[in-house]
């Protein structure tokens, strides 16, 4: 069971950016410079290929001596951000690009799905389209014509079979080429954020597809921005940051790294020299820090626990009737709501004498969906007086366990949402 | 890359490495795709024509007509001998093995270019790129064929024994375009200067094949530098088999054939080495 099937040893890949062009400037150098132009442009393309000792500045290691080995009937997730190396090292493993140094060794029939529908072409009819994107995903021609069937079936293509697929609706072309990828039976496959293409209804049936995949034995090398798939397929995952394997271990611990690392994740910003701090010569801001019910500072919490967003401020001028506040922002930058101390009878319309005060917001479990959170920290006097501000000054991460809370017993990936409150259901039957 | 594929256990096992050195065509790995490289054959000869009024009949209609304006220009008023034989007739022989080969040229030289999409997504053996328009091409090549049986037939014209040899200049050809095709398809996929330069590549290597004019129009002397040109045998030999203009032209056609091998040779190695970067510089 656990032999090794892939072994990917101290591997690297080089890259070449084509340098710059520099901006023109008088009539006589634009004119030298296009005479120029030809040999300037010969040595470029030439580089692009070729490269010398000592690193140059444009040239970049997409991978750098990555080492590790997957064993048979292992589904490894492989994340990190844009640039990371990701997409590099599945085309090194596809074949699609050899490596600068190092090696892989591979044992067993491997296919590669970096994108559904390679190699359609847009005149031929759904039936020759699935022929040749099988035959270009690597199946025989007679394995395909003996899954034929299947993939129609699959595909919900049905009469549309003998249409050319330049007529068909996207979703009626990404389904087609979903099906054909779906009956590829390799002993490994990798796969390149396939999923991130077609609606939710399609996305869930390809998730549920890997999982069969994953279920049945295979290995799988699944690469992916989406974190949430990531949890549920794969027990082990490898992150990579510039070219190296940062982290490799099991899947839980591995998101979580990648998150605090990735997004930033900022628990806590206080202040000790009031003096810099943010503020005027009425407030200033003390600490701005996140924490979970037993008091402890975190910047990760699960979905169902509440999240305590706790403010504290000097106030340095007596007389001033004060609100602090808090603005809520998901990861796009979205502001979802505003929360503001007011509804507090302690200190509402109240003067607050000079000294150090503390606000505490609570953000209830089952409220937030899952994903990156900033605060934005405010104290002001109504109507118009701004004090302090602080914007992005803290960050948490919310993530879904996978069962329970607002989602029950549903347990396909959640279908979006800015907020997930825990609402009230009633059903009843209607005698008619 | 150096694809190792050997049995360990019932798996079998890859390496895959840094490739060095220079190889040659990687026949059990070609064989090993056939059924992809027979897809897109097909796929080339379904799509050329796709949505077309005349169909199949445009593989026809570029040699026809090329013909025609010949025979007006350099038959009629440039009177240009033809061996005897009447200058439609003695062009068409020539304008249908050129037209396939400059259709193989063309399309095996872009071949890298245009399936960036597939080069930069899936592995398959890169050789599949250049070797499939030489192949798909043939098939128009045998429709205008057609054409110029009923020509033979109306000019009362029919061809000897050694049109037996046919397929060996139809080989020739193929080897010639694919060779050629593979240093042009190798060079594209870094500088695209080769897309500019491929037409008047094609135009001027015309002028210097013997379509328009026969071989005896020069000097005996240099006929054999002049099959240095590979077309000039294929052509020559074209006519001689299916027209008997002249004897069979074994000694230019053995130049020509020399120089086909080494160019496709060439080509080959070139393509091999280059082919690792492809999907890198595309």
């Known amino acids: ?50 490269f010398g000792k000592n690193d140059e500045k444009d040239v970049i290691w997409a991978l750098k001596d990555i080492s590790f080995e997957v064993n048979e009937g292992e589904v490894l997730g492989i994340i990190g951000r844009n640039g990371a190396g990701k997409s590099t090292l599945l085309k090194i493993l596809s074949r699609i690009t050899e490596p600068t140094n190092g090696s892989i060794e591979i044992h067993g029939r491997l296919s590669s799905l970096l994108e559904v529908g390679t190699g359609f072409h847009p005149e031929l009819t759904g039936r020759e389209n699935i022929f040749l994107n099988g035959a270009i995903l690597g199946m025989r021609k007679k394995e395909i014509e003996r899954k034929f069937d299947d993939i129609v079936t699959f595909s919900e293509i049905g009469q549309f079979i003998d249409t050319p697929v330049k007529r068909y609706s996207s979703g009626m072309y990404v389904r087609l080429a979903f099906a054909v990828a779906a009956h590829l039976e390799p002993e490994i496959l990798l796969v390149d954020e396939v999923l991130a293409v077609g609606d939710i209804a399609f996305q869930k049936k390809c998730l549920g597809k890997m999982e069969d995949v994953a279920r049945g034995g295979r290995t799988v090398l699944f690469v992916s921005h989406n974190i949430a798939a990531v949890k549920r397929l794969c027990q082990r995952t490898i992150l990579l940051e510039q070219g190296r394997v940062v982290e490799d271990g099991t899947t839980d611990k591995v998101v979580k790294y990648y998150l605090g690392a990735g997004l930033n994740i900022n628990s806590e910003r206080k202040w000790d020299d009031l003096k810099h ?51 809520f922002y998901d990861e796009s930058g979205l502001l979802m709501f505003v929360s503001l101390n007011n509804l507090d009878p302690a200190w509402h319309n109240r003067k607050r004498p000079i000294g150090r005060y503390r606000g505490v917001c609570c953000l209830p479990g089952n409220f937030l969906n899952e ?25 948490f991460h919310v993530s879904d366990s996978g069962s329970g809370g607002v989602r029950g017993d549903y347990t396909r990936e959640w279908p979006g949402g800015v907020i997930r409150p825990w609402l009230e259901w009633k059903t009843e039957y209607v005698p008619s | ?63 026809l007509f090329m013909m025609i304006v010949f025979s007006l220009f350099f038959g009629n008023l440039a ?34 270019v245009s399936s960036s999409g597939l080069i930069s997504k899936v592995y398959f053996p890169r050789l599949i790129a250049p070797l499939t328009p030489v192949l798909a091409f043939l098939l128009d090549f045998v429709i205008a064929f057609i054409i ?21 200049l139809i080989i020739l050809m193929m080897l010639t375009a694919t060779g050629v095709g593979m240093i042009f398809a190798s060079l594209s996929a870094k500088y695209r200067d080769i897309a500019y330069t491929i037409p008047f590549v094609v135009q001027f290597w015309m002028f210097a094949s013997p379509v328009v004019y026969p071989v005896s129009m020069l000097p005996a002397k240099y006929h054999l530098i002049y ?3 590979p077309m000039t045998g294929v052509i020559e030999g074209f006519r001689s088999a299916l027209l008997g203009t002249v004897a069979f032209p074994s000694q230019l056609l053995l130049v020509s054939a020399s120089v086909s091998l080494i160019l496709f040779f060439i080509g080959a190695l070139y393509f091999r080495h280059t082919e690792r970067y492809f999907a890198d510089v595309i």
Request: charged share 20%; hydrophobic share 45%; aromatic share 12%.
């Open chain 1, 1 to 50: 069971m656990s032999d090794t099937i892939i072994k990917v040893n101290s591997l690297s890949k080089r890259y070449r950016f084509g340098a710059a062009e520099k901006g023109y400037k008088t009539i006589r150098e634009t004119i030298m410079d296009f005479v120029s132009t030809p040999v300037r442009n010969f040595a470029r393309l030439r580089s692009l290929t070729s």
């Open chain 2, 1 to 63: 890359m150096k694809d190792t594929t050997q049995a360990v256990g019932a798996k079998p096992c890859l390496i895959i490495k840094p490739k060095k050195g220079w190889q040659l065509i990687d026949f059990k790995e070609l064989a090993a795709y056939r059924d992809l490289f027979y897809f897109l054959v097909i796929r080339d000869i379904k799509v050329r024509y796709k949505q077309t009024v005349l169909g199949g009949l445009w593989a026809i209609v570029q040699p």
């Open chain 1, 371 to 395: 994903g990156a959170f900033t605060v934005l920290a405010a104290v002001v006097t109504n109507p118009h007086t701004l004090h302090a501000m602080e914007r992005d000054a803290i960050s």
């Open chain 1, 277 to 327: 701090a943010p503020g005027g010569d009425v407030v200033r801001l003390h600490a701005i820090r996140a924490k979970n019910s037993q008091g402890e500072i975190t910047g990760e919490f699960n979905i169902q626990e509440p999240i305590y967003v706790e403010i504290e401020f000097w106030v340095l001028q007596e007389g001033w009737v004060l609100e602090d506040g808090f603005y």
């Open chain 2, 227 to 229: 099959a240095i040109n």
């Open chain 2, 148 to 168: 110029l049986i009923g020509m033979m037939l109306y000019y009362h014209i029919y061809p000897t024994i050694m049109a037996l040899f046919l397929p060996l």
């Open chain 2, 79 to 112: 009177k240009l001998p033809s061996d005897g034989i009447p200058y439609p007739i003695f062009s068409y022989s020539a304008l249908i093995a050129w037209t396939y080969f400059s259709s193989s040229i063309s399309g095996s030289s872009s071949s890298v």
